[in-house]
């Protein structure tokens, strides 16, 4: 029997299997659940939107049972009841000889301990007063058999894998933090033997460099926070890239970072502007919900 796909993305029902703290400031969930099958990963920065509950719940309370209509009501939820949403990048997928199936998220975890809500000891290379995120302290806490949702792709080929280099491309350029080191790990895991690739990849301690293989031709520079590295934007203004005829840039991780590294490559160093692929995965100050709302009403005022 077939089963016909009528949107590229579906939620999915998750269970936590096990969790690993890859690094000080990394921590990887593994999910399990009986639907995961259908899970169409499309590889590189293929990111989800992942549902949370709030302290307390059994499981995130999205109102699933209204089909399309699932957003609008779960807006029209009370704060503390509707599940918390936050986007992230699947890491992993695999299919196991048992016949389950599980994906792989890693969570940068962030806010101080001292502050209401956090939860880790990274403390000492994050320098501003914010509470952890509650994404950041569920993943913190995660343990097998809490529950989850995402809203994932159901077609592989779908609008949430960003990173689309032309085929003509003879040098992809590479710029993340920590919160897009599981997307550059995918990305690099994705291309062919030979290409040429620059990345740097800022994290916020020395153990949370990790080993990314490729086949790719990768120079990786890290850079870390606590060694007080200079930032991404600056390094990037002194680095020297290899002359070629199609380059191709990802950057992803804080707006202004990301902004400010897009402005040079395009503005500085002449990068066609439609071969630039840049995503703000977070801003300083704001959480998710605050960047969402924040969009829709830029919507609205542009209509
Ligand atoms: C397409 C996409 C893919 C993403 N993939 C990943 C991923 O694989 N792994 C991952 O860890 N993150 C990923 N992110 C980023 C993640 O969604 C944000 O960091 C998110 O804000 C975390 O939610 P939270 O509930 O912990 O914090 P929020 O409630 O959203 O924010 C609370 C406060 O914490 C600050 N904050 C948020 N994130 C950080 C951070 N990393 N460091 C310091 N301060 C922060 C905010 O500015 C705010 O002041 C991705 C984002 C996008 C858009």
Redesign the pocket.
Known sequence: MTTAVTSPFRFFPLHVVRTMRLSPSLVRVTFGGAELDAFACGGRDQ?VSLFLPHPGQPEPVVPVEEGDGWWRAWRQLPDGVRA?M????VRGQRHNPDGSSEID????L??RPDAPGATHTTATV?REA?P?????RWAARASPGDRALVLGPAVADNSAVRFRPPADTDLVVLCAD???L??VAGILESLPPGLRVRAWCEVPCDADRQDLSTRADAHITWLVRETGAPRLDTTLRDAQLPATAAPYAWVAGESSQVKSVRRHLVGERGFDRGRVTF?G????????EQLRAEAEAARAAAA
């Open positions: 990111s918390v936050r986007s992230y990048t998220i890693d969570f940068a962030h806010g994050l914010v952890a995120g509650p994404a950041s920590e919160t897009a599981p997307a995503v995965y977070w801003r300083r100050g704001l959480s998710e």
